[in-house]
């Protein structure tokens, strides 16, 4: 479902991104993980379209969208949630989730449009505010939430875009323990429908070995393991760049 060919970008002379050539299928939550710096948000920028690649390709669905703006891409499938939330600060918790909906059946973007002839676009954010757990602060204005829920806010809108590919960048971060659950809940049900191709990047290593069922390791920009989870959590290469330390061999255990 998306495929990356020789993913390059360079800042000057430093190399973030190095040729990372790497395909991910429907079904599946890939959990890309690597020491701070290794890369990951800036792949996680190649993919979506916020950076434009120095040498390489990204394709979805069998089509090369490497010259597509960011948005275009949106259109194509492609669904991220940042580590920083993007949402519309002055609207409620409700339009933010209802804009999503509209936009992905081809009403646009506007928030003045006459819509009130559209209830089946009120109920279905509506629905997506539940599961997150929000209906009740549906009127609120977004910039009002608490951390927490406005990263359980951001799930709902990529939700109501229904992407073919879910890019989620820590989508835990700075979220109490209780606030936790939720979103892996919530991305546990995507991963269950097995039609969908997500991707998580991840610091927290409970998490990616509950959720993942592969794991790529990018170091200094490069693409340095890919396997399942234990394998590649065992492996040397893991070991000393991700968690800086030598693996414990059978005998001295």
């Known amino acids: 479902m998306l495929e990356t060919r020789d993913l390059t970008i360079r800042f000057g002379g430093h190399v973030a991104v190095d040729h990372v050539s790497c395909a991910f299928a429907p079904g599946s939550l890939t959990a890309i993980v690597g020491p701070n710096g290794a890369g990951k948000t800036t792949y996680f ?10 040498e390489g390709e990204v394709w979805l669905d069998g089509m ?4 597509l703006p960011a948005p275009l891409r949106t259109r194509r499938g492609l669904g991220r949630a940042f580590q920083l939330t993007q949402l519309f600060p002055s609207l409620s918790v409700q339009e933010n989730v209802r804009l999503a909906v509209q936009a992905r059946a081809g009403g646009g973007l506007n928030a003045w449009a006459i819509w009130s002839d559209r209830q089946d676009w009120l109920e279905e954010a509506r629905s997506i505010l539940q599961t997150v757990r929000l209906l009740e602060k549906r ?13 359980k806010l951001e799930v709902a809108v990529l939700m109501a875009l229904d992407p073919k590919v879910y890019m989620f960048d820590e989508p835990t971060a700075g ?7 939720v979103i892996l809940d919530l991305i546990r049900a995507l991963k269950a429908r097995r039609d969908r191709c ?7 290593m409970d998490v990616v070995r509950e959720l993942a069922d592969r794991i790529i390791v990018l170091h200094n920009g490069a693409l340095v393991a890919d396997g399942e989870p234990a394998t590649v959590i065992a492996s040397d290469v893991v070991q000393q760049a991700y968690l800086g330390t030598a693996p414990v061999s059978a005998e001295a255990a």
Request: avoid cysteine.
């Open 175 to 181: 979220m109490s323990v209780d606030e936790v659950p």
């Open 45 to 54: 920028n190649l993919i979506s379209g916020q950076l434009p690649a120095s």
């Open 139 to 151: 009127d609120m204005p977004a910039a009002s939430l608490p951390h927490g829920d406005q990263r």
């Open 64 to 67: 090369n969208i490497t010259a």
């Open 198 to 204: 997500i991707l998580l990047v991840e610091h927290k």
